[in-house]
């Protein structure tokens, strides 16, 4: 079965980068995705990535993936107290399908 | 945009009761939505998926008589919890497909729903 996995907690300086890795076992991953959890409150789409891609770039977030060794990252430069946040990655075979979930990485910005 | 909305936001409810929680797509049309449940501190967790004019598809071990899903129409899906017990106080959130010409088929979320059992 599929299986995300991400680590639980990052704490970052305000200004400084951040980044946040995740790892997935299913080979048949075509779409990867970062959504943010504010407390209390869904999930916001961030950005997310095709399997054919290496890098992706919005703004202040890259996108990076290694399929070879089904490991992606979320990089999000100077990071703001704005970014304090759950972070998860996704998953899903198909575009719209079900996604599968990592656990959730809680970043904590200090000033 | 795509926009998701959920109502209610939070109930509190009595132990046995059932509790009606709505998912809308505001500005899209949606065949397909989705809905997880989120335990504190804990990731989401697919519980069904809902397609609208047939039977939802429950992941397994969902029991689809205690969670119940209505896919009526292009823009609302249901999720009703019958005979709630305290163990089914979670964070209930949806998502709805959005497959307009062009886009990504990307799931929207919608803001979640608290449910507190008593």
């Known amino acids: 079965g599929e299986d995300v996995e991400q680590s639980l907690f990052l704490s970052v300086r305000e200004g400084d980068s951040s980044v946040i890795n995740c790892t997935y076992t299913?080979?048949?991953?075509?779409?990867l995705y970062w959504y943010k959890q504010e407390p209390g409150a869904g999930l916001q789409l961030l950005t997310y990535i095709f399997s054919n891609m290496d890098m992706k770039q919005d703004q202040r977030l890259t996108v990076l993936l290694n399929k070879k060794d089904k490991h992606l990252s979320l990089r999000i430069a100077d990071t703001q107290t704005g970014d304090s946040a759950i972070y998860f990655c996704a998953e899903s075979v198909s575009a719209g399908n079900k996604l599968t979930f990592g656990g959730g990485t809680r970043v904590l910005v200090k000033p | 945009g795509a926009v998701v909305s959920q109502h209610p936001s939070r109930v509190i409810c009595k132990s046995g009761t059932s509790v009606k929680i709505e998912c809308r797509s505001l500005d899209f049309q949606a065949t397909t939505m989705f809905w997880y449940r989120q335990f504190p501190k804990q990731s989401l967790m697919l519980m069904a998926t809902s397609n609208e004019g047939s039977k939802a598809t429950y992941e397994q071990g969902v029991e689809k008589d205690k969670f119940l899903i209505n896919h009526a129409s292009l823009t609302l899906s249901t999720l009703t919890v019958t005979s709630a017990h305290p163990e089914d106080s979670s964070f209930y959130i949806c998502?709805?497909?959005?497959?307009?010409?062009?886009?990504?088929?990307?799931?929207?979320f919608g803001p979640g729903t608290r449910l507190t059992v008593l």
């Open positions: 299913d080979s048949s991953s075509t779409y």
């Open positions: 998502s709805a497909r959005d497959n307009r010409g062009g886009r990504t088929d990307t799931q929207y």
